[in-house]
């Protein structure tokens, strides 16, 4: 019976850590494979969203959203402190959809995805059939 309870106990435990997407996660950069920023993922009014708390590239630090849509209230604004990620609901699945993402790079709005996969955070954006997944690392 202990066994089957200590069993128990380590499902219900992963299940809850592993549905766990809220905190600090670390992005790396495509090209380079170089830590780029820290973002913040947060439940705002029963959504997901995720604000960019610290760039991690010095040379990058001021950087500004210049390729951003001029209509879009981010353009010309700092990245750091920029809320890229917007409206995320969970599905029956346990991932969150139905949101978007920023690309502050290139001032790109995509559809997103987002789920976790172990310890790490899979992060989806994609146009149609065309789409790129990125592995976020979590911060301590």
Known sequence: ???FLLILLLVFGYQTVSAQIT???KTIDDETGEPKSIVSIY???GE???KVVEILNEDR???KCEECDEDDPRYMKPVQGMEIIKGLEKN???EYEDGTILDPENGSVYRC???REGKTLKVRGYLAFLFRTQTWYPVN
């Open 61 to 63: 630090k001021n950087a």
């Open 43 to 45: 439940e705002k009014n």
């Open 23 to 25: 905190g600090k996660w």
């Open 113 to 115: 995805k987002i789920w």
């Open 92 to 94: 029956d699945d346990g």
């Open 48 to 50: 997901i969203y995720g």
């Open 1 to 3: 019976m202990r066994n």
